[in-house]
């Protein structure tokens, strides 16, 4: 995993190579297995702006999904293991928010996939900080599925087994999903997000 802190357009960090070879064959045996209990934009908490859903792709938030099972995830533990990575931690120090980081004390995971049209339309998230990891299978079947930081029109490009921590109120979209190809079956762009903040106890 190697991690780098940008400062602009807005406070991030950039992750290449997120998963070993050996933790990407779990997480891809598990989203063999989650794939067909994918559920509708609807069904996942999508965000609304006047009754209208912002999110079209299907999606399954993790922890709901294997209740007090959820640490058999390996999805689960790897995306823990990369946001709190004390590599990942100690890069945001430059602004100090590695001093946010630590005090967080709640995570929740969704795995979403995006097929032809597939997109999510400027929004926010309710949380302090959120991790995006891409997947697909290769050779890449599909064109678009980047991340747009909106506020500050700058589009950060998907890459395989790459990713993004970004701060979490930070309005950001992803383009549109194009398939060009079907040789594949699920051959469209998988991400697995992490989101973490501070709750009440």
Not at 135 to 156: N, Q, R, V
């Amino acid at each position: 995993m190697k991690v780098t802190f940008h400062s602009e357009p807005t406070p991030h960090l950039r992750i290449k190579d997120v998963f070993s070879d050996r933790v990407l064959e779990s997480v891809w045996s598990e989203i063999a297995v989650l794939h067909s209990h994918l559920l509708s934009p609807s069904e996942t908490g999508s965000a609304h702006f006047n009754n209208k859903l912002l999110k079209q792709n299907s999606g399954l938030y993790l922890y709901p999904y294997y209740g007090d099972s959820v640490g058999v995830s390996p999805i689960v533990n790897a995306m823990h293991n990369v946001v709190f990575n004390p590599q990942a931690v100690e890069a945001w120090d430059p602004i100090h928010l590695s001093k946010m980081i630590k005090i967080t004390n709640w995570e929740t995971v969704l795995l979403s996939y995006y097929d032809s049209g597939d997109r999510y339309r400027s929004h926010y998230d309710v949380a302090m900080f959120t991790t995006l990891v891409w997947l697909w299978k290769e050779p890449k079947a599909f064109t678009g599925g980047d991340l747009k930081l909106d506020e500050y029109d700058h589009t950060i490009e998907a890459e395989n087994n790459c990713g993004v921590i970004f701060l979490s109120p930070d309005v950001h979209s992803v383009s549109p999903v194009v398939m060009t190809q079907r040789e594949m079956h699920n051959s469209g762009r998988y991400c697995i997000s992490h989101f973490c903040g501070i709750k009440n106890v």
